[in-house]
C-alpha cells in the first residue's frame, strides 16, 4: 500500500465517525490510489518494454558472437589443416627430389652405357668390314682345297 492509502486510512481512524473530513478524504484516497495506481502501472510497462528491447539487443549480441567465435574455432581448425598439409607437402616434395636426384644419377650412368655400347657397335662393324675381303679370300682358298665346304654363316648387326 503506498503512503496515499496509508494517510487515507490514518484520517479514517482519527476522524469522527461520519464526519466532513471522513466523508472526503475516504473517495480522494481512492481517486488518488487509483492515479498512482495507473501512473505506477505505465512507468512499470514502459520499464519493461526498456528491459524487453535491452533482452533483444543482448540476444542478438550473445548469438553474433557465439557466430563469431564458431567462425574463429573453423578458422583456427583450417589453419592446422593448412599447416599439416603444407608439411605433408615439403616431406613429399623432399622425398621426389631425392628420388630425383636418385634417378638422374642413374639416367646419367645409362646414357654412358648407351654411349659406350654404340661406339663399340661401330667399332664392330669397321672391323667386320675391314675383315670382310680377308675372309672372302679364306673361304676362296678353302674351297680350291675342300670344294664342298658350306658357306660361312652371315653376319647382320642391324637387329
Do not use: C
Amino acid at each position: 500500500m503506498n503512503w496515499v492509502g496509508v494517510t487515507a486510512l490514518r484520517a479514517l481512524s482519527t476522524a469522527a465517525p461520519w464526519s466532513d473530513a471522513a466523508i472526503i478524504a475516504a473517495p480522494l484516497a481512492v481517486v488518488l490510489a487509483a492515479i498512482v495506481g495507473g501512473i505506477v502501472s505505465v512507468v512499470v510497462r514502459r520499464q519493461n518494454k526498456a528491459v524487453d528491447e535491452a533482452t533483444v539487443h543482448k540476444a542478438v549480441a550473445e548469438s553474433r558472437k557465439a557466430a563469431a567465435e564458431t567462425t574463429a574455432i573453423e578458422v583456427t581448425i583450417a589453419r592446422g589443416l593448412l599447416d599439416e598439409v603444407r608439411g605433408m607437402l615439403d616431406t613429399q616434395r623432399a622425398h621426389y627430389e631425392s628420388r630425383l636426384g636418385d634417378l638422374t644419377g642413374q639416367l646419367k650412368g645409362l646414357n654412358e652405357r648407351v654411349s659406350s655400347n654404340e661406339e663399340q657397335q661401330r667399332k664392330l662393324r669397321a672391323a667386320f668390314a675391314s675383315h670382310a675381303t680377308w675372309d672372302g679370300d679364306a673361304i676362296a682358298a678353302l674351297r680350291s682345297a675342300h670344294p664342298d665346304w658350306p658357306d660361312p654363316p652371315p653376319i647382320d648387326l642391324d637387329d
